[in-house]
């Protein structure tokens, strides 16, 4: 019994205890407080790192998305993009296959454009659209089918085997354009003066066309997912296989076909990135918006309308970032810190939401 | 509150615990544990007997009250507070590493400086087993020890570090009569030895054939403790449930009794080449519970997915059901669940795991009850009006505790989530009713519940087959029992005339008639 008197007659400091069903208010609250302890600390660092007026600085930040209506309709469009992708990862996440191969398939779809918008320009407007859609959303899907089969056939592991086929979809467009620019030292855009196979321009940009689409896909992913046969087989399969197999579910079929629109959707956002936006082709294209996309989809839960929050959120933070930087003359790295306190705090708060902590009381 | 005793080995004062703000697993209870003594600590799932104990062995700290283990008070923060003063739990569940032998078992996670010297160690070892009549020996490998003789090792195990105070967590859910009455031999030597010993369980022979005394809990709430030569069943049930309950089965002799499943030579070989089931031959009859008994793991699970169609079968195998209108046998075989629906045959399926296979334990109540149904109709989208519906009638009828029927399922109470199993299998009015484990973890009265449902069904002329563990209601329940050992049917016998003891004996027997040890 000696040791028991080294027992400490006090209880812990702090303890954990999970909690749900917090009211919305709370919910709300807690992450308001989130944002203005952000607020706070970004404002402690930019005066003691940079001695700039921490207002200024924020100010510059929310011009950076909404100083003129043109910088707030690039920010749709990029916002958009990571979107779409978030989208289409929704319904693999769900099914818990982790496709983090969404830049890859990107990529894919976005070729496939590019090459058509080269090489088929004798077509129709009409037909040169279809065309261009059906074999981007093909590429894509079948760049998201491959691993699926594999999955499907002898259960090999997913994530690195996505991972992988982004560093092929790169290569492979790296080799077409150092074919297809020739001399040139970058491929350059595509038919800038017959703007064949582009985007009509529609309210005064070329890209309204992909705002429109994503919106529309942001809805009927979200039906697709909540009200569907096919939804409810995928929630099923991603819970648990073995309640899968027991309710009848071709789990195999299932995965198949899950990926198919995943992949499907990813090259569709290739698609409307190359004919929309960027109208040509390179190893960047997808600019790293496939491993973004996959915090908008998991902070969302896959809910595709709290993933447009967040990837609204997202952007508008990177578009601020950028601002600033010009503005003050600062390199990336103060400003990816600020944007990072933000995020960090916003994420941080999550925690608070889903935990109570109990400090100790005094007997 | 009770006055300390000198005796006391620990003493509970005041012991309240909260999880989230809705839920008080331990309010206010006060009690304790003597030297010399088996304490019962009796309560349904729920009642907060295991948070209780985890209190004790360090895993969960108490919001309020004072804990004393030697008439001094102490705070336990850590599992390694909890053994300094003594404590050692046995968990339901093993926390052994398989390809270690006992000693290296014991050993492991203990401080010290250099290398272990195993042959102390083993020494140690085995003068505690010729103590107690532990049968296991330091060299053994986990991995060839009977259930029994892990639990052995496991209680080994918190003997060497000193534990003078022993807690058992349901020690006898995996043993079968025989190793029951074994174990139950080893606590009277401990506690002659001076160990404070307490058992949890719900089991109330077992209270009253080795305890001393019993405290009971219900609800996280003290009930009371009473010595055991003054309790009977009856007044333990009481206190346990809180009201009269009247503990009978229904059983209703089989009318005019059809054969509605007929499995023969039945064999599945898995994965490593071992039989998991080896020629099994019975039918099932409509009007008529087939109980199956066995020690967990003896294939019981296998038989029951096999005939679900979600088990792949050795060649020569045959499961036939048999039409009731017709009497023309369809062959089973190879058949996924959904072809087995699509073939106009309704077998419902209460699997073992509930949340793993049985449910979808994020969803709520409405979506749970489409699983097996949602793809009827052409429609592209689910309908979940006729689910809704269901649930609300699953919910009035067995009267299911749930927020809403939107609760995701996990949320509800293990009692709860198997009403919603067993309420959606039934509402399929199946041809034949499957069932594994259905009252595992659930409270006297729910159980109850489930039987009577299960009677109800055979009544309406379903096939029920009821896989059980607790040998006293198969007996009660059953029209007729089949017994499994590792794979092998050892016999079916007649519910009405068997005996536990002749269950317990089939359970251990091997195909060559000799009874095995190593099982």
Known sequence: MNKAENTHLREPLVRLAKQDGVPVKKKVGIRAAAIVLALVIDALFIFLVTKLNPIQVYAEMFKGTFETSLRFMWAMRDMVSLLCIGIALAPAFKMRFWNIGAEGQVLMGGFATALCMMYCQSLPTPVLFLVMILTSVICGAVWGLIPAVFKARWNTNETLFTLMMNYVAIQIVAYATNILRGQASSLGTINMGTKIGWFPKIAGHDFTLNIIIVAVLTVLMFIYLKHTKHGYEISVVGESENTARYAGIDVAKVTLRTMLISGAICGLCGFIIVAGNKHTIATNTAGGNGFTAIIVAWLAKFNTFYMALISFMLIFLEKGAGQIASSFGLNDFITDIISGIILFCILGSEFFINYRLIFRHKK | ?519
């Open chain 2, 1 to 519: 509150m009770e006055n300390m005793h000198t005796s006391d080995a620990i003493t509970l004062k005041g012991i309240t615990k909260s999880f989230g703000t809705k839920v008080i697993a331990n309010k206010n209870i006060s009690l304790s544990i003597r030297r010399g003594e088996v304490l019962s600590l009796l309560g349904e799932n729920g009642s907060g007997k295991t948070t209780l104990m985890n209190i004790l062995s360090g895993i969960y700290y108490p919001d309020e009250g004072q804990v004393f283990v030697g008439g001094k008070e102490v705070a336990i923060r850590s599992p390694g507070d909890s053994f300094a003063l003594g404590i050692g739990m046995i968990h339901q569940h093993f926390k052994l590493v398989d390809v270690f032998t006992a000693a290296e078992n014991i050993v492991l996670g203990l401080k010290g400086h250099g290398k272990f010297d195993l042959k102390a160690v083993g020494e140690k070892v085995r003068a505690i087993c010729e103590r107690y009549g532990f049968d296991i020996t330091p060299e053994q490998k986990v991995y060839d020890m009977t259930v029994s003789q892990k639990q052995t090792l496991e209680i080994v195990k918190v003997l060497y570090r000193g534990a003078d105070i022993l807690i058992l967590d349901e020690p006898t859910a995996v043993l079968t009569p025989q190793e029951t009455e074994k174990l139950f031999g080893v606590i009277r030597e401990m506690k002659k030895d001076g160990k404070a010993i307490v058992i949890i369980t719900h089991k109330l022979h077992e209270v009253l054939s080795v305890s001393d005394r019993v405290s009971i809990l219900r609800k996280g709430e003290y009930i009371g403790t009473v010595d055991t030569k003054d309790a009977t069943e009856i007044s333990l049930t009481e206190m346990m449930v809180g009201k009269k309950v009247t503990l009978n089965i229904d059983r209703k002799v089989p009318v005019n009794p059809k054969k509605r499943l007929s499995v023969q030579n039945l064999s599945i070989t898995g994965e490593d080449g071992i039989k998991v089931l080896d020629n099994i031959t019975f039918d099932a009859m409509g009007g008529e519970i087939l109980g199956i008994a066995g020690i967990s793991g003896c294939g019981q699970k296998e038989l029951l997915e096999a005939i679900a169609g979600l088990k792949i079968v050795d060649a020569g195998s045959s499961i036939d059901f048999i039409e009731p209108d017709t009497d023309k046998p369809d062959s089973l075989i190879g058949k996924t669940p959904r072809q087995i629906k699509e073939m106009g045959i309704t077998l419902s399926f209460v699997p073992e795991d509930r949340l793993g296979m049985g449910l979808v334990a994020s969803m709520g109540m409405t979506d749970n009850m489409m699983l097996k149904s949602y793809e009827q109709g052409k429609s592209f989208f689910v309908e979940r009006k006729q689910p809704h519906d269901l649930a609300e009638e699953i919910k009035g009828d067995l009267a299911v505790v749930t927020p809403s029927i939107n609760t995701p399922v996990r949320r509800l109470s293990g009692g709860n989530v198997q009403k919603v199993l067993v309420g959606r299998e039934i509402a399929a009015a199946p041809a034949v009713l499957m069932t594994a484990y259905a009252v595992r973890g659930l409270d006297i009265g729910t159980s109850y519940q489930i039987y009577n449902l299960l009677s109800e069904q055979k009544d309406k002329g379903v096939a029920v087959m009821y896989v059980g563990e607790d040998l006293d209601v198969l007996i009660d329940l059953c029209d007729r029992i089949l017994v499994l050992c590792a794979g092998k049917m050892t016999g079916i016998i007649d519910g009405r005339t068997a005996t536990k003891e002749q269950i317990g004996l089939l359970m251990t027997k091997t195909s060559h008639g000799e009874e095995s040890a190593n099982v």
